[in-house]
C-alpha cells in the first residue's frame, strides 16, 4: 500500500475507515462501547481521550479485528488486508529470543517472506526510528524508550494505512515520552500516515493530534471531538506556547464534561 | 556503572574496592570450598575406617572402593554402558513424548481435559509398584525397562512444556493474530522458543529422574533377565557380600546423575545466555 505524498488539510482528506453504529457487550450484559461513529481519514491522527472504562481500549480491538462488533459495522474503503494494520501496545511487546530486526521482520515472516527478501524494508524502518545501528542488538540490551522504538518500527515496516497506538508512553519517564512524541510527529510528517492514540492524557492528545475523540465511561461512548488545528510541525516550542494551553483547557473542558455526563446519568 | 565523572585524579571509594575484593573472593570460592569440603569428607571417610578398624565388609575405605573400581572396571564399565543406554533413551523418549504431549495439550482443549489426567495418574503411582506388572506384560526386557524409566521421567518434561507453552505475551498473541499467522506460525516462532526455558528446566529434572527410573526399574527385573546394569551388579554384589563393589557401582551411579545434570545447565546455558533473565549475569 503506498503512502500519500501529502496530507491534505482536513476536511479535504479521503475517508479510510468507518465505524457505524458500533456496539460491544460483553458477558451479555456489561456494555463496553455503546453507539460509537467514527469516520477515519486518511493522514488523520486522532486521539481516543478518555477516563478508564470509556471504551477507548475496547473501540482500537474492534478496529484492530481482534474483536467483533455486537452490532453495527467497522468498513474500510477498498477492504482491509493484513499489512494495512500497524499495532503498537503499552508495552514493547518484544520477542526476548529474537534480534531487533528479527522482531522487525515479524509482519512479514508471518506473510511468509524471507529476512533477505525485506533486510531493505527493515533497515528503513529501523531508520526511522533511529535504531539502524541496533539491529542485532537483543532487546534486553536496549532501555525502555528504545524498545518502545522498535516496537513502532515493527509497526510501520509493512508502510500500513493506519497505526493503532494503545497508550504506547504511558509506561515511560516524562523526558524519554516528550522526546518519543516529537519523534512520533517526525515519523508521521515523514510517512504521511494515519493513526489512531488511545491515551488518557489531555496534553499528550493535545500535542500530538489534529482530532481529539474525548470518550465517557459507563457505557463507553463519544461523548464529543475536539479539533486541535495548530499547524504541524509541532515542536518544543508549541508545548510552551499560549495556544497549547489554551487548547489543553479545550480539552479538559471537554473530558470533564465527558465525566460529569456520567455523574448526571449515576444521579439521575 | 562508571566509576567516576571526575577528569582529575581517579577517586579511590573504599565500599566499591571492598565490594570489588568480597567479589572476588567468592568466585574463588564458589570452586575452592566444593573441593575443599568434599576432599576433607573423604578423608574424614578413611580415617573412620582406619581408626575404628572397621572390616571392608562392612563399611570399606576410599582407597579401596577405588581400587576396586579399577580391578572390576571391564565388568562395571559394560554395566554402566547398559544403564546408560537405558537411561539416555528414556530420556529422549521423554522429551519427545513430554513435549509432543504438550503440543497436543495446548492445540486443543478438550484433548488436554480428556488425558491430563492419565498423566497425572502416571505420575503419582510410585514406579516400583508398577514395574512388576510392566514385566509380566512387556516381554521384551529391554522394553521394560525404558517405559518404566520413561514413566517416572516424561511427566516434568510434559508439565514444564505445557506451562510454557501457555505462557506467551498476550500482547504478542494479540500481534499474531492481527497479522494473520497461522497456527502453526504462532507455535513455531511464539509458543516454541516462549517455552524452551521452561523444558530446559524440566529436562534438568528429567535428566536425573530417568537415571532413577532406570535404576529402579533394574532392581524390579532383578537377576532373571538380561540384567547387567549397575543396578543389578549393586544387587548381585550385595549377595555375595562384596561391599567394595557396591560402593563402585554407587560411585558410577552418582557420577552418571552429575554428569546428565551438568549436560543439561550447559545446554541450557548454550540455548538461554543471549537472552534469558535466568542466564544473564546482573551488576550489583
Not at chain 1, 68 to 91: A, K, Y
Not at chain 2, 94 to 107: E, M, N
Not at chain 2, 148 to 160: D, K
Request: glycine fraction near 8%; hydrophobic fraction near 45%.
Amino acid at each position: 500500500m503506498t503512502l500519500p505524498t501529502s496530507i491534505p488539510p482536513m476536511g479535504q482528506r479521503e475517508k479510510l475507515l468507518e465505524m457505524s453504529s458500533v456496539d460491544k457487550v460483553f458477558n451479555g450484559n456489561v456494555v463496553a462501547l455503546k453507539d460509537m461513529n467514527l469516520t477515519v481519514n486518511q493522514g488523520d491522527f486522532i486521539s481516543l481521550l478518555g477516563p478508564s472504562g470509556c471504551g477507548k481500549s475496547t473501540a482500537l480491538r474492534l478496529i484492530s479485528g481482534l474483536m467483533r462488533p455486537t452490532s453495527g459495522h467497522i468498513n474500510w474503503e477498498g477492504g482491509q488486508d493484513t499489512g494495512d494494520l500497524g499495532v503498537v501496545f503499552q508495552e514493547p511487546t518484544l520477542m526476548p529470543w529474537a534480534t531487533v530486526e528479527q522482531n522487525v521482520w515479524l509482519p512479514f515472516r508471518l506473510r511468509g517472506k524471507s529476512l533477505a527478501d525485506v533486510r531493505d524494508e527493515i533497515i528503513w524502518a529501523l531508520k526511522m526510528v533511529g535504531l539502524e545501528k541496533f539491529q542485532k542488538s537483543y532487546p534486553r540490551e536496549l532501555s525502555g524508550g528504545m524498545k518502545m522504538r522498535v516496537s513502532i518500527a515493527r509497526a510501520l515496516v509493512t508502510e500500513p494505512r493506519l497505526i493503532l497506538m494503545d497508550e504506547p508512553f504511558a509506561a515511560l519517564d516524562e523526558i524519554t515520552r516528550h522526546k518519543l512524541n516529537n519523534d512520533l510527529l517526525e515519523l508521521r510528517d515523514k510517512l504521511k500516515c494515519t493513526v489512531i492514540f488511545v491515551t488518557h492524557s489531555v496534553f499528550e492528545s493535545v500535542f500530538l493530534s489534529d482530532r481529539i475523540v474525548v470518550m465517557a465511561a459507563r457505557p463507553g461512548r463519544v461523548s464529543s471531538e475536539v479539533t486541535v488545528d495548530a499547524p504541524y510541525p509541532r515542536t518544543e516550542e508549541f508545548r510552551t506556547s499560549a495556544n497549547y494551553a489554551d487548547l489543553c483547557r479545550k480539552a479538559s473542558d471537554a473530558l470533564h464534561g465527558a465525566m460529569n455526563e456520567h455523574g448526571e446519568r449515576a444521579s439521575a | 556503572m562508571s566509576s567516576t565523572d571526575m577528569n582529575t585524579a581517579p577517586l579511590v571509594d573504599e565500599e566499591e574496592l571492598r565490594y570489588a575484593r568480597a567479589q572476588k573472593r567468592e568466585k574463588i570460592a564458589k570452586w575452592v570450598l566444593p573441593v575443599v569440603v568434599i576432599s576433607f569428607a573423604i578423608f574424614m571417610w578413611d580415617r573412620v575406617v582406619v581408626w575404628n578398624e572397621i572390616p571392608h565388609y562392612i563399611l570399606p575405605g576410599p582407597g579401596l572402593v577405588i581400587e576396586t573400581l579399577i580391578k572390576d572396571w571391564a565388568m562395571l564399565s559394560s554395566a554402566l554402558v547398559v544403564t546408560l543406554k537405558i537411561t539416555l533413551a528414556a530420556l529422549a523418549v521423554a522429551v519427545i513424548g513430554g513435549v509432543g504431549l504438550a503440543i497436543l495439550f495446548t492445540q486443543s482443549r478438550y484433548f488436554e481435559m480428556s488425558f491430563y489426567p492419565f498423566a497425572v495418574i502416571l505420575q503419582v503411582t510410585p514406579v516400583v509398584s508398577i514395574a512388576p506388572l510392566i514385566f509380566i506384560y512387556v516381554d521384551n526386557r529391554l522394553a521394560g525397562l525404558l517405559l518404566c524409566a520413561w514413566i517416572v521421567a516424561f511427566f516434568p518434561i510434559l508439565s514444564n512444556t505445557t506451562l510454557g507453552l501457555n505462557s506467551t505475551d498476550h500482547n504478542l498473541r494479540d500481534l499474531y493474530k492481527i497479522y494473520g499467522a497461522t497456527r502453526w506460525q504462532r507455535l513455531r516462532y511464539l509458543q516454541l522458543p516462549t517455552a524452551l526455558p521452561y523444558f530446559l528446566g524440566g529436562l534438568r529434572i528429567a535428566g536425573g529422574l530417568s537415571l532413577i527410573g532406570a535404576v529402579v526399574a533394574e532392581y524390579v527385573a532383578g537377576t532373571g533377565g538380561i540384567g547387567s546394569g549397575l543396578a543389578f551388579r549393586i544387587l548381585e554384589a550385595g549377595y555375595r557380600l562384596n561391599i567394595p563393589r557396591m560402593f563402585a557401582a554407587l560411585l558410577l551411579i552418582a557420577a552418571t546423575g552429575v554428569v546428565i545434570f551438568t549436560a543439561a545447565s550447559l545446554l541450557s546455558h548454550l540455548l538461554l545466555h543471549k537472552w534469558h533473565e535466568s542466564a544473564i549475569k546482573r551488576e550489583s
